[in-house]
């Protein structure tokens, strides 16, 4: 449907594909883009019931979840094309919302992620859905670049 409503619904391979496809959604993340295995990535991203997408107009413009770790630690995601900033009120509640939701639904006692050094509005985000900066990881991006570990505990 046509709508220009936003559906919040659970994510598939296909999905992660269709986005990992499209631009990023920041001209920092564009750096990451040559690592990026678009079929295997997307397909990796895919664990039952912890993770959804969000779609408009029938196309896929984010996906957000959770691939777990170990025992109750997980691992936080996100990925956006650049057409996420048509909504971003609505792409940001959305993630908050059932980032919580999955976590307390599956016993999840930790998710943490990594964010890259110069990717403040994702520094922002993260703090925004309660994590907190842990300390910096040196050298652990894809290209080598220095990220932060972030981390919120339920």
């Not at 900033?85 to 016993?107: E, M, Q, S, T």
């Amino acid at each position: 449907m046509m709508d220009n409503m936003l559906y919040i619904v659970p994510y598939t391979k296909e999905h992660g594909q269709i986005i990992l496809s499209y631009q990023m959604n920041h001209k920092i993340l564009e750096a990451d883009r040559h690592y990026i295995n678009v079929e295997g990535d997307a397909m990796n991203l895919e664990e039952a019931n912890l993770a959804f997408t969000g779609i408009v107009n029938n196309k896929p413009i984010f996906a957000a979840g959770m691939k777990m770790i170990w025992g109750q630690v997980a691992e936080g995601w996100v990925i956006a094309s650049s057409d996420m900033w048509k909504y971003p009120l609505g792409v940001a509640k959305a993630i908050k919302k059932d980032f919580a939701r999955v976590a307390k639904k599956h016993n999840i006692k930790r998710v943490q992620t990594a964010i890259r050094k110069d990717f403040t509005k994702g520094q922002r985000f993260a703090e925004w859905l309660g994590l907190e900066n842990e300390g910096l990881m040196r050298h652990y991006g894809f290209d080598g670049t220095d990220q932060y570990r972030y981390a919120r505990i339920f």
